[in-house]
């Protein structure tokens, strides 16, 4: 018989990408009471992540739970960016509502879209929280209309079109269901009320089988794969005989004991005997688990559906460095430390691919987007890994002889003086204007359909366009027939001549012919991409080259040389600029870009050809 649990709520809190999540289910659980009074607490406490808390972006939902008068609400963070959206659409599996944020003046993004899609798509209740009503240029009225314009888009039910709204300041920790009452109010407590009202309490059976469907995979050292999932029927305790099945594979069954369970209390993991129905648990013990499997009774195994997770549409080669400079910066250089730690990821990241090449000591990754790949080697190249990758490519598909290329849905935010630079460079990348409006503040919003390849390497020049004003946003638009052959970049490449250290006379006479990367002082290797040629071809430069002493002086020839400051190059700017015969080459101290044949005759050669 199916019973109600009233003491917990399951949420998951989802949004574009910084409209203020994190900070929210911060202030959920200062204002619970989670923390010590005397506890010292950081900002965006869930973004537990280096790169995570640099970039201000969330990349793996995380789980944590409140207490509210006698309800605990199990609350689930998720990523706001396009490119983890395969995290969101799997924990929304996990939860029996939504909290829908969207900031008070961008208002209805493209990511809001997609998230509140797949949360309408589950049938899920939603409360949608208008957040930074503090902010200056706040518009919250025209922002409700918009989110209900976009309930009405998506084909939202009656029940969903009269979904609340709480109006809400994360960073001031207030909140009210008025706009005027949120700004006088002094806590949270008008969102806590509407949460625990309009989300509906877990309901399963107590004496059915047990079932819990298994929607995040988190990895630890000493238990090795720990699976997370609600428990959706039945009971499960310390030391039970389990089966591991899976709706999609329906001859997996594993036969597994339960070795340990945990509940979420506020930002720990506590240990416990049993839970029941309704219950957000961790499970230790399980070896060959995986995102989508269902753990269940013995006796009766049953699986549970899951959405399969999308495909990626992006992959790079990642190869072992075969550089100059090889093995001198990195801590794990050889093909068994790459093929390990790639493989490891494949625990935790769903969306990931990583396949064997014919070619040794390289590997195929594949994934969402190239922000996802690039905080893969973000991360290796914080553990100490060094390797090279390669430009990345999109992934094609064939369907009734047809060639088919993944679209991106980009959202553009610019001012006025700059739209005529973005639509001409998007025309020529084979992009298809689909709407053009005023925002706010004399921005004009554009949106385009256009090819994934014609995005990459575009958000540099975007940035340069626009002089740094402009927001670009994009969203996984399917599959449609191949648009033709797009000209990548229109600049070659300024190529080290010799090895050697730069030196400011060599560099002086280089800068004549484009921009350089590097600065003085710097080792370089024969085939070392330092520059940016103003042309299209590549040319080798000497930027190890002295000057010739001689014992004639001239009056003012001795003058100091003043360089042009050089670009330093972030991860994704390089990854941006490579062409095809091109790698670049990543250590723990630097990244350097580099020819794949470093040797000048070999590359004529394969030019030639």
């Not at 949004?15 to 010292?40: C, I, P, W, Y």
């Not at 970039?55 to 605990?72: A, F, H, P, Q, W």
């Not at 559906?305 to 550089?323: A, H």
Request: aromatic share 6%; glycine share 8%.
């Amino acid at each position: 018989m199916l019973q109600k649990r009233n003491d917990i709520r399951n949420i998951a809190i989802i949004a574009h990408v910084d409209h203020g999540k994190t900070t929210l289910v911060d202030e959920l659980l200062k204002q619970s009471g989670t923390f010590r009074s005397n506890q010292v607490i950081r900002e965006r406490i869930m973004d537990s992540g280096d790169i995570e808390r640099e970039r201000g972006i969330t990349i793996l939902s995380k789980n944590t739970s409140v207490y509210y008068d006698d309800v605990k609400i199990n609350i689930v963070d998720t990523p706001g960016h396009a490119d983890f959206g395969g995290e969101v659409e799997r924990v929304l599996k996990m939860v029996n509502g939504v909290v829908l944020v969207v900031d008070a003046f961008e208002g209805a993004m493209p990511q809001t879209k997609f998230v509140l899609k797949n949360a309408l798509a589950l049938g899920l209740p939603v409360v949608v929280c208008i957040n930074k009503i503090d902010r200056p240029e706040a518009r919250p009225e025209e922002v409700v209309d918009e989110i209900l314009e976009l309930f009405i888009e998506l084909d939202a039910n009656d029940d969903q079109l009269d979904s609340p709204f709480v109006f809400a300041s994360a960073k001031e920790g207030k909140a009210g269901l008025t706009f005027e009452d949120a700004l006088k109010a002094n806590d949270m407590k008008a969102l806590f009320d509407t949460i625990v009202e309009h989300i509906p309490a877990p309901e399963g059976d107590d004496e059915a089988p047990l079932q819990i469907l298994v929607t995040t995979i988190d990895y630890n050292g000493y238990v090795g794969k720990i699976g997370i999932g609600k428990v959706e029927n039945g009971k499960v305790k310390i030391g039970d005989e389990v089966a591991i099945v899976n709706h999609h594979d329906p001859d997996k069954l594993d036969k597994i004991k339960v070795t340990k369970l945990y509940e979420y209390e506020g930002l720990e993991r506590i240990e416990i005997n049993e839970a029941s129905v309704g219950a957000i648990v961790a499970v230790t013990g399980m070896p060959e688990i995986h995102i989508g499997d269902t753990i269940t009774s013995i006796a009766h195994p049953m699986p549970m559906e899951y959405n399969k997770i999308s495909e990626p549409t992006i992959s790079m080669t990642f190869s072992v460095n075969d550089s100059p400079f090889a093995g001198q910066e990195g801590k794990f250089v050889t093909s068994r430390h790459l093929r390990e730690r790639l493989f490891k990821e494949l625990n935790t990241d769903v969306s990931l691919r990583v396949e064997e090449t014919d070619v040794a000591e390289s590997y195929k990754v594949s994934g969402r987007g190239e922000l996802h790949l690039s905080i893969l080697i973000e991360t290796m190249r914080r553990e100490g890994y060094e390797f090279q990758v390669s430009r990345p490519e999109v992934l094609f598909r064939t369907e009734n002889g047809k060639k088919l290329e993944p679209m991106e849905l980009v959202t553009i935010d610019v001012p006025e003086e700059y739209v005529g630079a973005v639509i001409e460079k998007l025309g020529t990348r084979h992009g298809e204007m689909t709407n053009m409006a005023p925002s706010q503040d004399g921005y004009t919003r554009i949106e385009f359909n256009i090819p994934s390849r014609g995005l990459i390497g575009y958000r540099n020049e975007f940035l340069t366009d626009t002089r740094g004003t402009g927001i670009m946003n994009t969203l996984f638009n399917g599959y449609e027939p191949f648009k033709g052959e797009i000209s990548s970049r229109t600049q070659g490449s300024l190529i080290a001549y010799e090895a050697g250290e730069s030196i400011t006379y060599g560099l002086f006479n280089a800068q004549e012919r484009g921009e350089l990367f590097i600065g003085a002082g710097v080792k370089v290797y024969s085939g070392m991409v330092v520059g940016k040629h103003s042309r299209g071809d590549d040319i080798e430069v000497n930027v190890c080259k002295r000057k010739q002493l001689t014992n004639t002086r001239a009056a003012g020839s001795d003058e100091a040389l003043k360089l042009t400051p050089h670009i330093n190059m972030s991860l994704e700017q390089c990854i941006d600029f490579i062409a095809d015969d091109e790698l670049v080459e990543i250590t723990p101290q630097n990244l350097r870009i580099r020819k794949r044949l470093l040797d000048p005759i070999a590359r004529r050669k394969a030019h030639r050809k």
